[in-house]
């Protein structure tokens, strides 16, 4: 692989990024910019998770069906009343039990979201990141960003940043290098507008945690 930009190219520490680096990575968002940033298993692309255009360009670089919705990362739960319809009471305790960390909930969108984001159907999945860099960049964005993994669609998500897809370190404004991360099965999805909750993906967190807090069987 060509040696990358070193303009557009940083590393950063995984557990105390520079505040200054992190500062002009949300800058970059906040002028519709693509940052590559890594999230707790896989790198991935952050935008400006309310700005249509901004989202447009994660579908043309991971060459994303039109069908697919994004999953966004937040700062904080206060956040999420502006995103959603509603919160369920199952989602609120789920929240406190279990963010920041890897389980992603399905809402009701608000209309106010980009179509394009929620890919037309009316729902929306959020989590607040646990680690550190995602952190960051996502209070120095000062709102919602894209949480979608760093690869064409389809294909399996990038835990090593020198094996990122050229086409993408091209294209993207910046690319935060923390180097290789763990790997993993990524975020577990609970469709929390169903009753009761629906899960959608089983990934790192258990889902007979989930229900366990909810006091539930599982599913099935």
């Keep these: 692989m060509p040696l990358p930009d070193p303009g557009k190219w940083v590393r950063v520490d995984p ?9 002009s990575a949300g800058k970059i968002i906040h ?9 707790q298993y896989l790198y991935g692309l952050a935008v400006d998770a309310l700005n249509p255009e901004a989202i447009q360009k994660i579908f043309d670089l991971k060459q994303r069906p039109s069908s697919k919705p994004i999953l966004i990362l937040v700062r904080n739960q206060e956040e999420i009343s ?6 369920p009471r199952a989602a609120k305790i789920l929240m406190d039990r279990f963010w920041p960390g890897s389980l992603t909930l399905v809402f009701e969108a608000s209309p106010s979201l980009p179509r ?6 009316g729902k929306i999945g959020i989590r607040i990141p646990a680690r550190p860099v995602a952190q960051a960049l996502v209070k120095a964005a000062g709102r919602p960003i894209t949480g979608t993994s ?3 669609s389809g294909e399996p998500g990038c835990t090593d940043p020198g094996r ?6 091209r294209d993207a404004d910046l690319t935060l290098d ?5 790997g993993g099965s990524g975020s577990t999805v609970l469709d929390v507008t169903a009753d009761p909750p629906a899960l959608l993906r089983e990934g790192a967190l258990p889902g007979r945690d989930i229900f366990n807090a909810l006091k539930m069987p599982l599913p099935g």
Aim: proline fraction near 14%.
């Design 150 to 152: 760093a690869n064409p």
């Design 164 to 169: 990122l897809p050229e086409s993408m370190i």
């Design 15 to 23: 557990d105390h990024p520079d505040p200054k680096i992190i500062q």
């Design 178 to 182: 923390a180097g290789p991360l763990q």
């Design 82 to 87: 502006g995103l959603v319809r509603s919160v």
């Design 116 to 121: 394009i984001l929620t890919a037309g159907t």
């Design 31 to 39: 002028s519709q910019g693509v940052v590559i940033f890594p999230a």
